[in-house]
C-alpha cells in the first residue's frame, strides 16, 4: 500500500537551480570532451581514453561507478535500522583491492583487452566468452534502469519533484557526454559527481551536529540505542549482518565488482601504465572509506534526530529509502537551495552508475560482438561505439520506465545480479589462477551455476536484500533452505562451487595435459611482493638489479610486469 508524499517543505526554484547545474555541468564536461578529441578517430580512443588515463581521476571514477544513488539513500537507513555494522565494508574494500591488484590487474592489462570477456575466449572457448558476455548485457540494462528509477521515486515521494522529468533529464543528460565524449568525459563527471556527492553528505552532516549540539551527543544516542553494537562475531550464516558476513562475504561481492566487472576494469586498464593502474585502486579505497564513512554517520545522525519518533512507522514515508530525503526536507527545508544539493548528490550517483555502465556495454559489444564477426575500419567503429552509446541510454531509460511496473521484482533482480557474479568470478579465477582448468570443466560448471541461478530462485528472492534473519524455530534446516543464508554470503559460495567442480571436472578431462600460454595465467613476478623482494635481493648481492634476469624473466611475456618502481629497478622493463 502506497503512502502520500510527505506534505511539509517542498522543492524551491533555488533547489531546482542547483539540480540543473549539476546536470550541466556534467553535460559540459562531454562537450568539452568531444571537442579537444574530435581529431581522434578510433574506438579505442572513445572506449578507453587512447590508454591514456592517470591514477588519480580514474580512482574517483572507480570510487563513483559503483557508489549509486541507492548508496547514497540505502546505507544511511541501513544505519538507522539496524545499526553501523556496514562499516566493517571498509575491510573489505582493502581486501578486494589487494586481490585485484595482484591477481586480475597483472592479467588483463598486459593482455591489452578492452573487453575482459576476451579473456575467456583466449583462455578457454568463443562459446563461454558469449555467455559471459550476454550476462553482462542483459544484466547491467536492468540493473541501469533500477539505478535510475528507484532512487528518483525516493525523492519524488519526500520532496515532491516531478518523477519522470527527473529520469528522463537524467537518462538523456547522462547519454549524451557519454556519446559526446567517451571514456574521458564519463571519467571526469566521475570526478565531479564524486565531490557532489560528498558535498551532499556533509550537509546534512553539519547540520544535525548543529541541530543536537554536537558529535558526542548523536553518538551517545547511537549508543544508547545499540546503533554502535557492531562487534558481532555470531558464525550463524542466517544473521544478516555480521563482522564475518560483512567482511568474508563483502570481499568476494566486491572482488567480483572491481576483478572482473567490465565497468570496473575498463578504467585501469585505460591507465598510461601498470603503476597508474594498481595506484588508481588504491586511491580509490580512500574515496571508498570516505563515502562509507559518511553514509554510516549520516545514519547514526538520522538515528538520533528521530530516535522517538519514526517516520516510516508512523507511516510518514512508505519506505526505508525515503528517511535520508525526509530528513533533508525536514531540517533543511527552509534554506532554499540546500535540498537541491542533497538531491544532486543523489542524482550524481545515479549518473556515474549509469555512465560507466553504457560505456561499458558499448565497449563489449563493439569487442565481443563486431569486431570477431566483420571486419570495420577503426573510424567507422569510433562511430559504431558512439551510436551503441545512445542506443544503450535509451534503453536504460526505457528500462526504468519498465521497472516502475515491476513492483517487488526489484529487489529480486538485483539479488540476481549480485548472485550471478559468484560464478563469475570462479569463472576467471580459474582461468587466472589454475594453469590447468580448461574449457570443459568451466563450460560444464557456469552452465550449470547460470542455470541454478535462474531457475531455482524462490518466490520470496525478493525479501532476501533487506529482511533481517528469521528466528531459528521459524527455519528448516540450512540444508532443506539455503536461502536463509545472509545474501552477501551467495558470492562466495557461488565462487567456491564454480572453483572446485570446474577444478574436479578440469582433471577428470585431462586438463593437467594441456600446456596453457603464461600470459593468461598469474605468474610470481606479477606480485608486488616479488618485485620489491627481487629488487631487495638484487641489491644486496651486486649493489645493482640483474637487469639481464629481469628481461628474461619479464621481457617476453609483457613490458609492463611489475608496476614497483624503485630507485635501482624498474621490473616493467621494456622488450
Same mark, same amino acid.
Given at each position: 500500500?502506497?503512502?502520500?508524499p ?6 524551491a ?5 542547483v539540480f540543473?547545474f549539476m546536470l ?5 564536461i562531454g562537450?568539452?570532451?568531444a571537442?579537444?578529441?574530435?581529431a581522434? #578517430?578510433?574506438s579505442?580512443?572513445f572506449l578507453t ?5 592517470t591514477?588519480?581521476?580514474v580512482s574517483?571514477s572507480?570510487?563513483a561507478?559503483f557508489m549509486s ?5 540505502a ?5 538507522y535500522r @539496524? ?8 575491510l573489505?574494500?582493502?581486501?578486494s583491492?589487494v586481490?585485484?591488484?595482484e591477481?586480475?590487474l ?7 583487452i578492452?573487453?575482459i570477456?576476451?579473456?575467456l575466449e ?6 563461454t566468452?558469449? =555467455?559471459g558476455?550476454?550476462?553482462?548485457i542483459?544484466?547491467t540494462i536492468l540493473y541501469?534502469g533500477?539505478?535510475?528509477y528507484t532512487?528518483a ?10 518523477l519522470?522529468s527527473?529520469?528522463?533529464s537524467t537518462?538523456?543528460v547522462?547519454?549524451? @557526454?557519454?556519446?559526446m +565524449?567517451?571514456?574521458?568525459a564519463?571519467?571526469?563527471?566521475d570526478?565531479?559527481q564524486?565531490g557532489?556527492m560528498l558535498?551532499g553528505?556533509l550537509?546534512?552532516?553539519i547540520?544535525c ?6 558529535v558526542?551527543l &548523536?553518538i551517545?544516542?547511537s549508543r544508547?540505542?545499540?546503533r554502535?553494537?557492531?562487534w558481532d562475531f555470531d558464525p550463524?550464516p542466517?544473521k544478516r ?11 568476494f561481492?566486491?572482488?567480483s &565488482? ?5 565497468a570496473q576494469?575498463?578504467?585501469?586498464i585505460s591507465c598510461?601504465?601498470?603503476?597508474h593502474a ?7 579505497l580512500? +574515496?571508498?572509506?570516505?563515502?562509507l ?9 538520522l538515528?538520533?534526530v ?12 512508505s519506505?526505508p ?9 525536514? &531540517?533543511?527545508?527552509?534554506y532554499?537551495g ?6 544532486a548528490a543523489?542524482y550524481?550517483g545515479? =549518473?556515474?552508475?549509469v ?9 563489449v ?6 569486431k ?5 575500419s577503426?573510424?567507422?567503429l569510433?562511430f559504431i561505439s558512439k551510436v551503441?552509446?545512445f ?7 526505457g528500462?526504468?520506465g519498465l ?10 533482480t ?6 550471478i557474479?559468484?560464478?563469475?568470478l570462479?569463472?576467471?579465477s580459474?582461468g587466472i ?6 574449457? #570443459?570443466?568451466c563450460?560444464l560448471?557456469?552452465?550449470d551455476s547460470?542455470?541454478?541461478t535462474?531457475?531455482g530462485l524462490?518466490?520470496?528472492?525478493s525479501n532476501?536484500?533487506?529482511?533481517p ?7 528448516n ?5 539455503w ?5 552477501l554470503?551467495?558470492?562466495p559460495?557461488g565462487t567456491i562451487?564454480t572453483i572446485l ?8 578431462t585431462?586438463?593437467? #595435459?594441456r600446456?596453457?600460454?603464461?600470459r593468461?595465467t598469474?605468474?610470481?613476478s606479477d606480485?608486488t ?5 627481487k629488487?631487495l635481493k638484487?641489491? =644486496?648481492?651486486t649493489?645493482?638489479p ?7 624473466n619479464h621481457g617476453?611475456?609483457?613490458?609492463a610486469f ?8 624498474k621490473?616493467n622493463?621494456?622488450?
Amino acid at each position: 500500500m502506497s503512502v502520500a508524499p510527505f506534505v511539509g517543505a517542498s522543492f524551491a526554484a533555488a533547489d531546482y537551480v542547483v539540480f540543473a547545474f549539476m546536470l550541466a555541468v556534467s553535460a559540459a564536461i562531454g562537450v568539452y570532451y568531444a571537442w579537444t578529441d574530435r581529431a581522434l #578517430k578510433s574506438s579505442d580512443d572513445f572506449l578507453t581514453g587512447g590508454r591514456r588515463l592517470t591514477a588519480l581521476p580514474v580512482s574517483l571514477s572507480l570510487t563513483a561507478s559503483f557508489m549509486s544513488a541507492i548508496t547514497v539513500l540505502a546505507n544511511p537507513a541501513e544505519v538507522y535500522r @539496524y545499526g553501523a555494522s556496514i562499516v566493517f565494508y571498509g575491510l573489505s574494500y582493502f581486501m578486494s583491492m589487494v586481490v585485484t591488484s595482484e591477481v586480475f590487474l597483472p592479467v588483463f592489462y598486459r593482455l591489452s583487452i578492452t573487453s575482459i570477456y576476451e579473456y575467456l575466449e583466449l583462455r578457454f572457448s568463443r562459446a563461454t566468452r558469449l =555467455l559471459g558476455t550476454l550476462l553482462f548485457i542483459v544484466q547491467t540494462i536492468l540493473y541501469t534502469g533500477i539505478v535510475i528509477y528507484t532512487p528518483a521515486l525516493a525523492l519524488n515521494q519526500v520532496t515532491g519533484m516531478d518523477l519522470w522529468s527527473a529520469v528522463i533529464s537524467t537518462g538523456v543528460v547522462c547519454t549524451f @557526454y557519454c556519446t559526446m +565524449g567517451g571514456l574521458k568525459a564519463v571519467v571526469w563527471t566521475d570526478v565531479f559527481q564524486v565531490g557532489v556527492m560528498l558535498a551532499g553528505f556533509l550537509l546534512v552532516i553539519i547540520r544535525c551536529v548543529v541541530l543536537k549540539g554536537g558529535v558526542g551527543l &548523536i553518538i551517545s544516542d547511537s549508543r544508547q540505542g545499540g546503533r554502535l553494537d557492531i562487534w558481532d562475531f555470531d558464525p550463524k550464516p542466517q544473521k544478516r549482518h555480521t563482522f564475518w558476513t560483512v567482511t568474508f562475504g563483502g570481499t568476494f561481492v566486491w572482488v567480483s &565488482i572491481y576483478g572482473i566487472n567490465q565497468a570496473q576494469v575498463q578504467r585501469y586498464i585505460s591507465c598510461k601504465s601498470i603503476t597508474h593502474a594498481k595506484l588508481s585502486l588504491f586511491i580509490n579505497l580512500i +574515496g571508498l572509506c570516505c563515502i562509507l564513512l559518511s553514509s554510516v554517520f549520516a545514519g547514526l545522525c538520522l538515528y538520533s534526530v528521530y530516535k522517538n519518533c519514526d517516520p516510516w512507522t508512523a507511516g510518514i514515508v512508505s519506505a526505508p529509502d525515503q528517511l535520508m530525503p525526509y530528513l533533508v526536507m525536514d &531540517i533543511l527545508g527552509d534554506y532554499p537551495g540546500l535540498p537541491g544539493l542533497f538531491v544532486a548528490a543523489a542524482y550524481s550517483g545515479s =549518473l556515474s552508475t549509469v555512465s560507466s555502465s553504457i560505456n561499458a556495454l558499448a565497449a563489449v559489444t563493439v569487442e565481443d560482438l563486431i569486431k570477431p564477426h566483420m571486419t570495420v575500419s577503426d573510424k567507422k567503429l569510433s562511430f559504431i561505439s558512439k551510436v551503441l552509446s545512445f542506443l544503450y541510454g535509451v534503453l536504460c531509460i526505457g528500462m526504468a520506465g519498465l521497472a516502475s511496473l515491476m513492483g517487488g521484482i526489484l529487489q529480486a533482480t538485483i539479488s540476481i545480479f549480485g548472485i550471478i557474479g559468484g560464478p563469475l568470478l570462479g569463472l576467471f579465477s580459474l582461468g587466472i589462477i589454475c594453469p590447468f582448468a580448461n574449457s #570443459k570443466g568451466c563450460n560444464l560448471t557456469a552452465s550449470d551455476s547460470f542455470n541454478r541461478t535462474s531457475t531455482g530462485l524462490p518466490a520470496h528472492m525478493s525479501n532476501i536484500a533487506t529482511s533481517p534473519a528469521q528466528p531459528d524455530h521459524d527455519r528448516n534446516l540450512l540444508a532443506d533452505n539455503w536461502y536463509s543464508l545472509s545474501y552477501l554470503y551467495f558470492s562466495p559460495i557461488g565462487t567456491i562451487i564454480t572453483i572446485l567442480v570446474g577444478l574436479f571436472i578440469s582433471l577428470v578431462t585431462g586438463g593437467w #595435459k594441456r600446456k596453457v600460454d603464461s600470459r593468461l595465467t598469474l605468474v610470481k613476478s606479477d606480485t608486488t611482493v616479488f618485485c620489491i623482494f627481487k629488487a631487495l635481493k638484487d641489491r =644486496l648481492m651486486t649493489g645493482k638489479p640483474d637487469v639481464a634476469q629481469t628481461k628474461e624473466n619479464h621481457g617476453n611475456q609483457n613490458p609492463a610486469f611489475c608496476n614497483i618502481e624503485l630507485d635501482y629497478m624498474k621490473c616493467n622493463t621494456p622488450t
